[in-house]
């Protein structure tokens, strides 16, 4: 048996009722949700449980609470002893991901991505940038798209999250022109993104250039367990490094399905996504069905994840 990696997602994750059950149920986890209504100043505890779809949509709560949930889901894991050979997360899931790796204390990290979501929200006023999704093109085909559609403006993959499906962002325009594109080459769908603000393009500079003496600003440890980011899709394991990814992370393209391929050529074999929903699980099988995927969000999900991974241990002990 390899080794298992825990993933960590981002926006678009979150659901209202996310992570109740895991404070209900866990101490461990209420004790996150506990920590991050004192780092915040307010309940982001009664967003995450009880928020509407529009209090949760706002990125300013979106990001501490999708961050908190999956932390909450990470102590949970840890009382029942599963513990990850290498992290990752996608976009604001790098966060969570260097919380698990020990490189970044949780209280700062709720802090620090209330912030982000604000300065993301910020850059770009609304209506003037856009996403979409792509569905069906390779990645090279989604770039040409973008080349063509540019005429001017901004449009460029923003998400290269798996070889079925590339996100692209920028200026609305181009955004929409880009889809077109898309559409004539052949996708199976295009679609543009319900988000407030065009994530990981260089409309986002002015985001970075505010969130840059934030991170600057705050402690990151050494890394204990090897993280994989999302500009490079590298493992890393300094704080140093880890703070320079995440200042570049917000103008630069997340490479998902590259670092998916760096943890399998690692040795990894089993994932496990830790936090709300089940979209990198769904990425997973499109990188590679081979290899084991179990999410954790709740007490189910945690239960059938800790007896799977047993199950998929086993075999190496019956063999000695």
């Known amino acids: 048996m390899g080794l298992c990696a825990f993933l960590f997602p981002g926006q ?7 992570g109740r059950e895991l404070a209900d149920k866990f101490p461990a986890a209420r004790a996150v949700f ?29 990001q501490p609470a999708v961050v908190t949930v999956s932390i909450a889901a990470l102590r949970a894991l840890a009382e029942h002893g599963v513990t990850p050979a290498y992290v990752a997360g996608h976009s604001l899931g790098e966060y969570s991901a260097l919380v698990a790796a020990g490189g970044l204390e949780f209280a700062d990290a709720v802090r620090v ?4 979501g604000q300065f993301m929200q910020e850059a770009v006023p609304a209506g003037v940038g856009a996403m979409a999704a792509i569905l ?3 990645p090279a085909q989604v770039d040409d798209a973008c080349r063509r ?8 993959p923003a998400n290269l999250n798996s070889p079925e499906q590339t996100v692209i962002s920028g200026h609305a325009g181009a955004v929409k022109r880009a889809v077109e594109f898309a559409s004539q080459s052949g996708a199976k769908r295009a679609v543009i993104l319900p988000v407030s603000a065009p994530f990981h393009c260089e409309l986002m ?7 840059e003496p934030l991170l600057r600003s ?4 050494p890394v204990t367990v090897p993280l994989v980011t999302n500009v490079a899709a590298e493992a890393i394991e300094t704080g140093d490094e880890a703070r320079e990814a995440l200042i570049r992370q917000v103008a630069l393209p997340v490479r998902w399905e590259q670092s998916i391929r760096t943890l399998i050529e690692a040795g990894v074999d089993i994932f496990v996504e ?45 063999a000695d």
């Not at 559609?149 to 460029?156: L, P």
Request: net charge negative; hydrophobic share 40%; proline share 3%.
């Open 34 to 62: 506990e920590a991050a209504d004192r780092a915040l100043g307010f309940s982001i505890s009664r967003i995450c449980f009880e928020g509407t779809e529009e209090e949760l949509k706002l990125t300013e709560n979106t």
């Open 12 to 18: 678009a994750s979150q659901y209202s009722g996310m």
């Open 274 to 318: 830790v936090g709300p929903g089940k979209v990198l699980s769904g990425l997973l099988r499109q990188i590679d069905r081979s290899v084991l995927c179990v999410n954790v969000e709740d007490e189910k999900s945690l239960h059938a994840a800790v007896e799977k991974l047993a199950q998929a241990r086993t075999p190496a002990t019956d």
């Open 205 to 211: 500079l002015p985001a970075q250039q505010r969130l």
């Open 136 to 138: 069906g093109l390779s």
């Open 149 to 156: 559609a540019a005429q001017g403006e901004v449009v460029s």
């Open 218 to 221: 705050t402690a990151f440890g």
């Open 113 to 116: 991505v209330r912030q982000r």
